[in-house]
C-alpha cells in the first residue's frame, strides 16, 4: 500500500467528521444508559435522541421530528419503505432499471410474493422519461420507489416532478425515495413536496457505518419491518444505536452547514478533475448527463482497458475510487446502471468513479491528473484492441482540432466542451 | 478487494512480454470484449518447433493480465510438444495461486494457447462444440475440460473457473447435468469412496433443496430429512404434503426417484 491516501471514493462511504466523533464518544463511555429506562442515567439519553432527530430532520426538511426514524444503514430504510406495503389489493411497484440492489433485490423478492413492478428505462445520460413514467402508474400502483442520485454516475431524478405526478394520477400511491446519495450534496426539503418517505444512510454524510434514517411523512401507512420495544413510537424496535444516532444528528447539521461549499467549491475541483482527464487522456468519455449531477461525483470510461486493473494501478499511487467492471462486482456482471443506459461493453468495463468530499483538496485533483495519464498510457499498451485505440486517437485529434463538427463529437461517443 | 499474492502483483504491475509481434508464427485468442477480457497473444517457433518468443496483448483484469505475462514466462524456450502440456492450474502455480473467482483467467490463459497452438497445427479451429453459458459463450467443451482437469465438483467452481452461470445463471441446471455425468466418469474410473454420515446428510440436503422441496411447496407442502442410515432415508412430509392420500406416491415415486438418480445409489425414502 502506498503512504499516502488520495480519497476519490465518497459514494462508498465517508471520513466521519471530527464534530460527529466528538459528539458520540460520551455515548460510548459515560453515558452509555438505555433511553429506554426507567431511571434517570439512561432517561436522559433520551433528550439527546431528539435533538439528533431534530438535526436529521432539518437537514432533509422534514415538517416534524416525529417523522423521522432512526434505522441501521439506507438498506434498512429501503427495505422498511418497502416491505411495509399494508393495501393487499395494491401489487403493483414502479422503481427504475438503475436503483442500488438494497431496492431491487427486495423488488424481485416481492414478485415472488404477488407483486408486479415496472422497471423505469433510462436513457444514454441516464435520465428518466416522464412521460413514461406517468403512463405506468395505474390504480393498483402501491409504491413508486426513485433515487434522488444515482450513486454511480451521480445522475438526479426529478423526483419531486415525479412525486407530484404520482399523486395526481393516484393519490393512494405511495412514493419513496432512495434519498442516500442526495443527501448533504443537494438541498432537500421534503415537507413542500409529496414525498412520502425517503431513506438516508449515516456514513455517506460523515456519520460512521451503522446508522440511517427514514423519513415518514405524518399519516403514511406502513407496517413495521422490525418488530419487538417500542423504540422509535413503535416503528422500529430494537434498542437504539445511541452512539451513531448522535453522531448522525452532528453529521447532519455539519451537511446543512456544508452545502454551499459542495455546490460550489467541491463541484468546481470535480469539474476541474473530469476537464483536466477528458483534456488529457484522449480515451475517456463521461458517463451519464454532465448538467444534472450531484456535484461530487464524476463517472469516467477508459475505452479498451479494465477497470480494475485501473483500480490497482491507482491504488499502488495511494488513489482511491471505484469501477463499475464485472471484475469488481463479485458477480462477473457488469455495472447493471451503465448497461441500462446503453454504454458500450468497450467502454462499461473500464469506468471509475470519482467521487469527492468536502475533505478533498485542490492537491488531490492535481495529484491525479498528474499521475492518471501515465497510468493509463501504460494500460493502452496492453490492450489487444491496438487498432481501435488509434482511430479513437485520431478522432479526439480531428474534433480538438476542428471544432465539434467532426470527429468523435460527431460520433456522439464524446464529452468535450 | 481480492487477495492477490505478491507474484500477481508482480505481474501485473509489471508485466513482461507486452506486446504484437508482427511475423508471428501463431496467434491464439480468448474471451471478448463484452464478457470483460479478452487475449491475445502471438508465438515466434523455430523450425525445431522451440518457441523462441511469445507476447501478449489483454483487455482484463489484475489477475488476467498476471495470468497472460506467467504463461509467457512458463512457455519461452520450450518446445512445442511440452508447451501443448501447460495447464490452466500450471498458470495459477507459477502465481502462487489466484483467488477462487479469478481461476476463469488463468483458464483464459490456456484456451489462447491452445488457440495458438491449433493455428500454428494449421488445423481450423475444430466444431466449436455447444454453447453452454450464452452470457459469456462458454463452450460444453471447454466446461467438460476444466471439470476433469480441476477435479472440479460444484456448479459454483464451475463458474469460478469459466464463468459460465454468473450472470443470468440460466444454465446452471445445463453445468449440474454436465458435471454429474463428469463426475459419473470419474466414479467409474476411481474406485469410488463410501461418503461419510454428515457428507451424506449434506449432500441429500442439497438434494432436497434444489430439485425437491420447491416442487412440493407449489402444492402447500414440503419436506424435512430426518436420518440417515446406510441406504434408508428418513424424511418428513410437511404441511399439505402430510394430510395428501397420495404422500405415499409422492414419497416413492417422486422424491426417491430424484434422490437415487442424484445420488446413483438405490437409496430407500421411509417416512419417519
Ligand atoms: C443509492 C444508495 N442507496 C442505498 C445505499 C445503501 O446504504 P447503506 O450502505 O447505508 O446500507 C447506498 C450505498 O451504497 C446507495 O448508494
Keep these: ?417 | 478487494m481480492w487477495e492477490y499474492t505478491d507474484k500477481v502483483k508482480e505481474h501485473y504491475k509489471n508485466p513482461k512480454n507486452v506486446g504484437a509481434i508482427e511475423d508471428a508464427d501463431a496467434i491464439g485468442e480468448a474471451g471478448s470484449l463484452s464478457c470483460g477480457d479478452a487475449l491475445k497473444i502471438y508465438l515466434k517457433i523455430d523450425a525445431d518447433g522451440i518457441v523462441t518468443d511469445a507476447k501478449f496483448q489483454t483487455f482484463g483484469c489484475g489477475s488476467a493480465v498476471a495470468s497472460a505475462s506467467a504463461l509467457m514466462e512458463i512457455i519461452i524456450d520450450k518446445h512445442i510438444d511440452e508447451v501443448a502440456k501447460v495447464t490452466n492450474q500450471d498458470i495459477a502455480d507459477a502465481l502462487g495461486g489466484l483467488p477462487a473467482q479469478k481461476m476463469h483467467c488463468s483458464v483464459m490463459g490456456k484456451e489462447a494457447l491452445e488457440d495458438a497452438l491449433a493455428y500454428y497445427r494449421g488445423e481450423s479451429i475444430e466444431n466449436k462444440s455447444r454453447i453452454v453459458c450464452q452470457c459469456f459463450g462458454v463452450t460444453e467443451d471447454l466446461v467438460r475440460e476444466v471439470v476433469q482437469h480441476n477435479k472440479l465438483k460444484t456448479v459454483k467452481e464451475i463458474t469460478n473457473y469459466t464463468k459460465a452461470g454468473g450472470a443470468c445463471e440460466k444454465c446452471k441446471d445445463d453445468l449440474q447435468k454436465i458435471l454429474d455425468e463428469e463426475l459419473q466418469k470419474q466414479g467409474e474410473t476411481s474406485p469410488k469412496k463410501p461418503l461419510t454420515k454428515t457428507q451424506m446428510i449434506v449432500k441429500v440436503n442439497n438434494i432436497l433443496e434444489n430439485h425437491i422441496a420447491e416442487a412440493l411447496r407449489q402444492d402447500g407442502g414440503d419436506i424435512e430429512l430426518i436420518d440417515i442410515d446406510g441406504n434408508n432415508i428418513y424424511v418428513s412430509l410437511q404441511g399439505a404434503c402430510k394430510s395428501c392420500p397420495s404422500s405415499n406416491l409422492t414419497l416413492k415415486n417422486f422424491v426417491e426417484n430424484v434422490l437415487r438418480e442424484h445420488l446413483g445409489e438405490e437409496v430407500n425414502v421411509i417416512e419417519a
Design chain 1, 1 to 417: 500500500m502506498s503512504e499516502k491516501t488520495i480519497y476519490f471514493d465518497n459514494n462508498a462511504t465517508t471520513r466521519v467528521c471530527d464534530e460527529a466523533v466528538e459528539a458520540m464518544l460520551p455515548f460510548l463511555t459515560e453515558k452509555y444508559g438505555n433511553p429506554s429506562s426507567m431511571h434517570e442515567f439512561g432517561g436522559q439519553v433520551g433528550s439527546y435522541i431528539k435533538k439528533a432527530r431534530q438535526q436529521v430532520a432539518d437537514l432533509i426538511g422534514a415538517a416534524s421530528p416525529d417523522e423521522i426514524i432512526f434505522t441501521s444503514c439506507g438498506t434498512e430504510s429501503s427495505n422498511t419503505a418497502l416491505r411495509g406495503l399494508t393495501n393487499p389489493h395494491k401489487k403493483h411497484i414502479i422503481t427504475t432499471k438503475v436503483e442500488h440492489p438494497c431496492v431491487l433485490n427486495v423488488t424481485k423478492q416481492l414478485e415472488k410474493k404477488g407483486y408486479e413492478t415496472t422497471y423505469l428505462n433510462v436513457n444514454s445520460e441516464g435520465e428518466i422519461e416522464l412521460e413514461e413514467f406517468k403512463n405506468s402508474i395505474r390504480p393498483d400502483t402501491a409504491i413508486v420507489a426513485i433515487m434522488w442520485a444515482n450513486n454511480e454516475t451521480g445522475v438526479i431524478f426529478p423526483v419531486e416532478k415525479m412525486a407530484e405526478i404520482t399523486k395526481e394520477k393516484n393519490p393512494e400511491t405511495l412514493f419513496f425515495v432512495d434519498g442516500v446519495q442526495a443527501a448533504g450534496k443537494i438541498p432537500i426539503n421534503v415537507k413542500n413536496t409529496k414525498i412520502d418517505m425517503l431513506g438516508i444512510s449515516g456514513h455517506k454524510i460523515h456519520a460512521p457505518k451503522g446508522v440511517g434514517a427514514l423519513y415518514i411523512r405524518k399519516g403514511t401507512p406502513i407496517t413495521p419491518f422490525m418488530l419487538g420495544g417500542h423504540q422509535e413510537r413503535g416503528k422500529r424496535a430494537g434498542t437504539e444505536n445511541v452512539p451513531g444516532i448522535i453522531a448522525m444528528g452532528v453529521a447532519a447539521e455539519e451537511a446543512s452547514n456544508y452545502l454551499d461549499d459542495e455546490a460550489t467549491r467541491v463541484k468546481q475541483l470535480r469539474d476541474k478533475l473530469e476537464k483536466g482527464i477528458l483534456e488529457r487522456i484522449f480515451n475517456a468519455r463521461v458517463n451519464g448527463s454532465r448538467i444534472n449531477r450531484v456535484p461530487n461525483t464524476t463517472n469516467i470510461s477508459f475505452e479498451y482497458i479494465e477497470g480494475e486493473l485501473i483500480l490497482l494501478h491507482l491504488s499502488d499511487l495511494g488513489i482511491c475510487a471505484s469501477s463499475g467492471s464485472a471484475c469488481t462486482s463479485g458477480n462477473l456482471e457488469p455495472s447493471h446502471v451503465l448497461r441500462a443506459m446503453g454504454v458500450p461493453f468497450t467502454a462499461v468495463h473500464g469506468s471509475i468513479r470519482f467521487s469527492l468530499s468536502r475533505y478533498t483538496t485542490e492537491e488531490d485533483v492535481n495529484y491525479v491528473l498528474e499521475k492518471l495519464p501515465e497510468v493509463i498510457n501504460k494500460l493502452n499498451t496492453i490492450s489487444p484492441f491496438q487498432k481501435e485505440l488509434k482511430e479513437l486517437k485520431e478522432m479526439k485529434r480531428v474534433c480538438l482540432s476542428t471544432g465539434k463538427e467532426k470527429g468523435c463529437c460527431k460520433s456522439g461517443n464524446c464529452h468535450h466542451n
